[in-house]
């Protein structure tokens, strides 16, 4: 397991660690070939940070310290192995006869957190083994973190990416992104890992801090980069879309001092207008593409833009958001999409109407440590004018919930509760 440094000189370890560390690992995945020995060589690295940048004092660029000095052990490591002197020879006899080096085909990526995705994504993996995987190498994410984005219990993570990482290094599975049919069975986890990632940078599961801008942009720059790729895939325009409109709202997510800004509290004035054009022409292309009906991402896209349009939270289409749910719910159902759409049905319609909806789901094993569940009960409990059984829901929603910033608004709802 990734070793959880304290604070070193100007909270600069703490920083690299979440913010670097996907970035060597798979800088030396590139070298070593091996996700599970690149991850345990970029750990060596942040062990090294942590003995000498409070000495020493931490570098001008502490990514690219971390970096070189994985990359020098992964270097070290490659030349102890007992073949090394025969692979060398080899790669210079073929160096010597081997014809002009052919143009690049213009489908590579020259990106080593991509090809990470897509190693960590192999078919031989199960699905939840590769978004775990994904999430923990990509994002940088504790298994405690994806135990939570999950709803699955933290032992079973940690053993799914034990599995998975012993699983890639049996099949010898190249560092690569794949090409042809290879691509397109392995690109729905792929999309499913860059939406997870972006989540836990837009709501932290854990930890202090409400908001993780770092895996944001990650993510972002992902689903960017597959659009460039898979331009005829109406799928991933509608993954970039939605990030695009869920990062437009980030400056107002977040009030003076980190607290969580709900959204019929946000100042829409601090909403990225370019980044919503941006989901907007993400979200025409997906639908130009597309040669049937919708699929989730483009379904999620269509009710961000419902959001992202309007410019007063008066002004919200909660009808349409509310029957795009339903159709989501068809098309993918899942008990945290029923949540949502309840939510959509209890603005559309009032909560009277949705409080039959969040009871139902009370028994869904999957949601029974969800902070969610109790916290839309509670604010339709509050608006029903049912003011005791809000505050009890409130309570236990803070109770539920892993992120500092979100259980003190939680508590301090369930104080207001009434008033």
Avoid at 215 to 230: H, I, Q
Wanted: charged residues 25%; glycine residues 6%.
């Amino acid at each position: 397991m990734t070793p959880q440094p304290t604070a070193g000189p100007d909270g600069a370890v703490e920083t690299v660690f979440r913010m670097e560390f996907p970035r060597v690992v798979a800088a030396v995945a590139r070298i070593v070939r091996d996700v599970g020995i690149a991850e345990e060589l970029a750990q060596d690295a942040l062990v090294a940070a942590l003995e000498r940048w409070p000495r020493d004092g931490v570098p001008d660029n502490p990514g690219a310290w971390l970096t070189a000095t994985a990359r020098h052990r992964a270097v070290d490591l490659v030349r102890r192995r007992e073949t090394y002197a025969r692979k060398l020879a080899e790669i210079g006899r073929d160096q010597a006869t081997a014809p002009p080096e052919e143009p690049a085909d213009p489908d590579d990526i020259d990106d080593d957190l991509l090809r990470l995705v897509f190693t960590a994504c192999h078919p031989v993996l199960s699905a939840e083994a590769r978004t775990a995987l994904t999430l923990r190498l990509l994002g940088g994410l504790t298994t405690a973190e994806i135990a939570r984005a999950f709803l699955v219990p933290e032992t079973t993570v940690a053993q799914r990416i034990v599995r998975a990482k012993r699983t890639l290094a049996r099949k010898n599975v190249a560092f690569e992104v794949p090409y042809g049919p290879d691509r397109d069975a392995r690109l729905g986890s792929v999309l499913d890992v860059i939406y997870l990632i972006f989540n836990e940078g837009y709501a932290a599961t854990a930890g202090d801090d409400w908001l993780r801008p770092a895996l944001c942009e990650d993510a972002l720059r992902l689903a960017r980069v597959l659009s460039g790729l898979m331009p005829k895939e109406p799928e991933v325009h509608g993954l970039t879309a939605l990030l695009e409109f869920q990062a437009s709202r980030t400056a107002a997510r977040t009030g003076p001092d980190g607290e969580p800004v709900l959204l019929a509290d946000q100042n829409r004035s601090r909403w990225n207008r370019m980044l919503i054009a941006r989901g907007a022409t993400a979200l025409a292309r997906a639908d130009a593409v597309a040669s049937g009906p919708p699929g989730p991402y483009v379904l999620q896209a269509a009710i961000a833009a419902c959001h992202a349009h309007a410019y007063r939270y008066e002004e919200t289409d909660w009808h349409r958001i509310a029957a795009l749910y339903g159709l989501l719910a068809a098309r993918t159902p899942s008990p945290v999409v029923e949540l949502n759409r309840a939510v959509a049905v209890s603005m559309a319609r009032g909560p009277e109407a949705a409080l039959p909806l969040v009871d139902a789901l009370s028994t869904e094993p999957a949601l029974r440590d969800y902070h969610l569940l109790p916290s839309v009960r509670g604010d339709l409990l509050s608006r029903l004018g049912r003011t005791k059984e809000a505050r009890e829901e409130f309570t236990r929603a803070a109770d539920l919930a892993g992120n500092a910033r979100e259980r003190e608004m939680l508590r301090r709802r369930a104080e207001g509760a009434g008033r």
